[in-house]
């Protein structure tokens, strides 16, 4: 299974262009049903599309990924993470930490074509997708 950043989530909905390899590799996990969603992520996902049908049609598609809900262990590792990231000279937010607990606790990778998650996992237990 595979927690999917927003930032594929992004560029997948995007128009035209050329492929990434990230979203290619979504469109295999999506095919394969492997995909975890939560909250946050939708949320961003969603965020900043100025057009309503739009922001309409890609809600209607992430809809078909439910969101997998964070008990409050895993907000209580995130900010452990973010405290031994932050010790360590990184800074990240909130949402990346949370994702990344959520890739601990529920031994999924994550997939993102963020580089600061390679950076914490320098520090961090976290399995992601080589993209």
């Known amino acids: 299974m595979v927690l999917v950043d927003s930032d594929v989530w992004s560029e997948a909905f995007r128009k035209g262009g050329r492929k990434?390899?990230?979203?290619?590799?979504?469109?295999?996990?999506?095919?394969?049903?492997?995909?975890?969603?939560?909250?946050p992520v939708r949320q961003e996902a969603l965020s900043g599309i100025k057009e309503k049908r739009q922001f309409e049609e890609i809600r209607k598609i992430l809809r078909a990924f439910p969101s997998?809900?964070?008990?409050?262990?895993?907000?209580?590792?995130?900010?452990?993470?973010?405290?031994?990231?932050?010790?360590n000279g990184i800074q990240g937010s909130?949402?990346?930490?949370?994702?990344?607990?959520?890739?601990?606790?529920?031994?999924?990778?994550?997939?993102t074509k963020d580089k600061d998650f390679?950076?914490?996992?320098?520090?961090?237990p976290?399995?992601?997708v080589e993209v």
């Open 94 to 111: 909130h949402t990346d930490f949370l994702l990344c607990a959520c890739c601990v606790a529920w031994e999924v990778r994550i997939l």
């Open 20 to 39: 990434s390899r990230a979203v290619s590799l979504l469109e295999e996990f999506v095919e394969n049903d492997e995909v975890v969603m939560i909250g």
């Open 118 to 124: 390679g950076r914490y996992a320098e520090y961090l």
């Open 68 to 87: 997998r809900l964070p008990e409050d262990s895993i907000f209580e590792l995130a900010a452990s993470f973010f405290n031994i990231c932050r010790s």
């Open 126 to 128: 976290i399995d992601l």
